[in-house]
């Protein structure tokens, strides 16, 4: 048996039990109690047949209203469960867990050698200069006496960039040499370093777009002396004092004399390995003294002016200096290549 205020205290326990719970399951685990198959209110109502009979309806139409305050009060805290898990969740943030790490990028190995040669050739005392990457048939060949009949042209495949082949790709950065003596008074000395393009195959040793720097000294006393000194000083900062240099008589159509300079394999010590042809060299610059030709063409006449000029590929200083066998490795954009250097 009960009485009519029991369900007043049934009212009054639920409320309280509810705005105590904080999660689904507890909510859950009330809802049961309250309206489940045996639970609180099931079983007051199972008792109203046993009432006296002029209290059933007072106490059928109590348990409906009561039934109905905990419905909605239960739908309530429903919804406000859902929108505080969401909230709680973006609060949970916690601040006392260390950042994941940023990613830092990497200096890609031409860049690299690029700022070593400079910084050596800095010190030196030379200037750094650019070009433009289209280059005019006169200063890519013409002004480097390399006429159009020239069988030298054969050595550079030239990407042209017009049917009267009067715009090209450079293929060289020699360019530079001859925009440099246009503009700048003697004595002078700079390097160049940037691309250069040729109609080469794309494979393990060749690139249609590649890297060069190039180098000039001219003045009133520049000797052989000089460049054999400047280019054994620059290649030993380079690779290291202990390599051997090694000059060899050579030919371009913009020096004269020209040579073709080598360092003791720095991979074999010079004893012979697949990277040096089993020979135990390296060929790496080619250089010479200025043709009087190019002085002329470009606007220097006075005949007491010498100079020296060279030029390196900068893929290829990389390539033996960081042991890389591939050169496309360079222009693949593969992470696992690039973050190797720093
Ligand atoms: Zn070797």
Not at 38 to 58: C, D, N, R, V, Y
Not at 259 to 270: R, Y
């Amino acid at each position: 048996m009960f009485e009519i205020n029991d369900i007043d205290t049934v009212v009054k326990n639920a409320i309280e039990e509810i705005s105590a719970i904080k999660d689904d399951d507890e909510l859950e685990k009330w809802r049961i109690k309250y309206f489940g198959r045996k639970g609180i209110f099931a079983a007051l109502t199972s008792k109203i047949p046993q009432m006296e009979q002029s209290l059933k309806p007072i106490l059928g139409s109590k348990i409906n209203l009561a039934k109905k305050q905990l419905t909605t009060l239960y739908e309530e805290k429903k919804k406000l469960l859902a929108s505080t898990t969401s909230a709680s969740q973006a609060d949970a943030f916690n601040l006392t867990i260390p950042g994941l790490p940023t990613e830092y990028g990497t200096l890609h190995p031409i860049t690299l050698v690029s700022r070593q040669i400079v910084r050596i050739f800095q010190g030196l005392g030379f200037g750094i200069h650019t070009g433009p990457e289209i280059e005019t048939d006169f200063y890519n060949f013409e002004a480097l006496n390399t006429p159009a009949d020239h069988p030298a042209r054969d050595m550079w495949d030239t990407f042209y960039l017009d049917e009267q082949k009067k715009f090209l790709l450079r293929t060289h950065t020699s360019p530079v040499q001859v925009r440099v003596l246009q503009k700048m008074p003697v004595p002078l000395r700079i390097i160049a370093i940037g691309k250069t393009f040729r109609r080469d195959a794309f494979d393990a040793s060749h690139s249609p777009v590649f890297h060069q720097v190039e180098g000039l000294m001219v003045g009133y006393d520049i000797s052989f002396s000089n460049l054999k000194a400047v280019l054994t000083f620059f290649l030993k900062e380079l690779f290291g004092h202990s390599i051997k240099v090694r000059f060899l008589p050579s030919y371009f159509p913009f020096t004269e004399p020209s040579a073709e300079i080598s360092i003791s394999c720095v991979i074999c010590d010079g004893n012979g390995c697949q990277t040096c042809a089993y020979t135990g060299w390296l060929e790496i610059l080619g250089a010479g003294m200025v043709h009087p030709e190019v002085f002329r063409k470009a606007g220097v006449n006075d005949e007491n002016i010498t100079g020296f000029a060279f030029g390196a590929g900068i893929d290829r200083i990389a390539m033996i200096k960081y042991k890389i066998d591939d050169i496309r490795h360079f222009f693949s954009n593969d992470m696992r290549f690039l973050k190797q250097f720093r």
